[in-house]
């Protein structure tokens, strides 16, 4: 990489290395969690129900109780839909971190970016068997943000840990689904609008 770069420009690869380290390291994670994902997605869902019956035993079932084998199998369709929307702002992002001076702030960007998206990710089982859509659930979890950032955050915590990292999704579809039936119980049904 030092012979691209003219000679007066050389200290530039103890700054570009570390960049390109991040970038790869990044595109690894988010490559494994998303393969990771599309295939488990079925099982969180039922993962998700059952914890909150067990979280909730008095309480009403979730709306959507008993999923059906059609939504199961169209569940890896929805995650597509979570994945184009994780592309439509990393594209930009990963721009921001090449342009100078702005991207010092990229790495303070990813980790706020990939909090929210985990939480999204794993907030979308317990709030999609309340039959909330994708765009009613970003706008739930907007409106409640310190509370989302904080579990996306721990969330990314428990990934970056090797061997722990292999128990973050189902803890993570656990924990989602604990935070929404003890923590906002106010926006139990699924009907409601958030």
């Known amino acids: ?9 050389g200290w530039l690869h103890w700054l570009l290395w570390p960049l390109f ?5 990044v595109v690894v994670f988010y490559t494994f969690s998303v393969v990771a994902n599309l295939i488990a997605a079925p099982f969180n869902g039922l993962l998700a129900e059952r ?3 067990m979280a909730n035993p008095a309480g009403a ?23 184009l929307y994780f ?13 100078p001076v702005i991207n010092v702030a990229a790495p303070v960007l990813w980790a706020l970016f990939s909090a929210w998206m ?3 990710e794993y907030s979308d089982y317990p709030l999609g068997n309340r ?14 943000w310190p509370r989302t950032l904080s579990f996306g955050g721990m969330t990314l915590l428990l990934t970056l840990i090797p ?12 924990g989602a689904t604990l935070m929404w039936v003890r923590e906002m119980p106010e926006q139990g049904d699924g009907h409601r609008n958030p």
């Open 131 to 144: 039959g909330l859509s994708f765009r009613d659930q970003r706008r739930l979890l907007r409106k409640h």
């Open 118 to 120: 985990l939480a999204l």
């Open 1 to 9: 990489m030092a012979s691209w770069l003219p000679d007066w420009l």
């Open 51 to 53: 914890v909150e019956k």
């Open 163 to 174: 061997v722990l990292n292999f128990l973050a999704m189902p803890a993570a579809v656990i």
């Open 21 to 25: 380290v991040l970038t790869a390291l």
């Open 87 to 99: 592309i439509g702002w990393a594209i930009p992002l990963l721009v921001l971190s090449f342009v």
């Open 61 to 83: 079932p979730p709306p959507t109780a008993g999923l059906t084998w059609k939504e199961l199998a169209l569940s890896p369709l929805t995650e597509l839909g979570k994945l």
